[in-house]
Nanobody, 124 residues
Framework: QVQLVESGGGLVQPGKSLTLSCTASGRSVLNYGMGWFRQAPGKDREFVAHISWSGGTTYYKPSVKGRFTISRSNVTNTVYLQMNTLKPEDTAVYYC?????????????????WGQGTQVTVSS
């Protein structure tokens, strides 16, 4: 079993930055890819970013590419999402999750363990 706990969410003004963290416990996630998803009110959960188990490969939702950066530390079992130039449309609950898929990294159904989520609100 893997437990994931997200942190770092909050209220931020447009154009500002936030860094989300997701720490795993219970067992090592060294052999898992990690992803960030988000869900805005009234909308489906959507893929945001993915990082491979080694950290060598990353993928992003097109609308966040260039603004968001996913990274991980396999020493501390933590994955990060650095979010810059935030926009009101980035407002959502952000979730981290683990996966063993090597190709369907954008599909939430391919992720097995999920955190409880952290709220990000971008508003002036």
């Amino acid at each position: 079993q893997v437990q994931l706990v997200e942190s770092g969410g909050g209220l931020v003004q447009p154009g500002k930055s936030l860094t989300l963290s997701c720490t795993a416990s219970g067992r090592s996630v060294l052999n898992y890819g990690m992803g960030w998803f988000r869900q805005a009110p009234g909308k489906d959960r959507e893929f945001v970013a993915h990082i491979s188990w080694s950290g060598g490969t990353t993928y992003y939702k097109p609308s966040v590419k260039g603004r968001f950066t996913i990274s991980r530390s396999n020493v501390t079992n933590t994955v990060y999402l650095q979010m810059n130039t935030l926009k009101p449309e980035d407002t959502a609950v952000y979730y981290c999750a683990t996966t063993r898929t090597l190709s369907l990294w954008y599909a939430s159904g391919e992720y097995d363990y999920w955190g409880q989520g952290t709220q990000v609100t971008v508003s002036s």
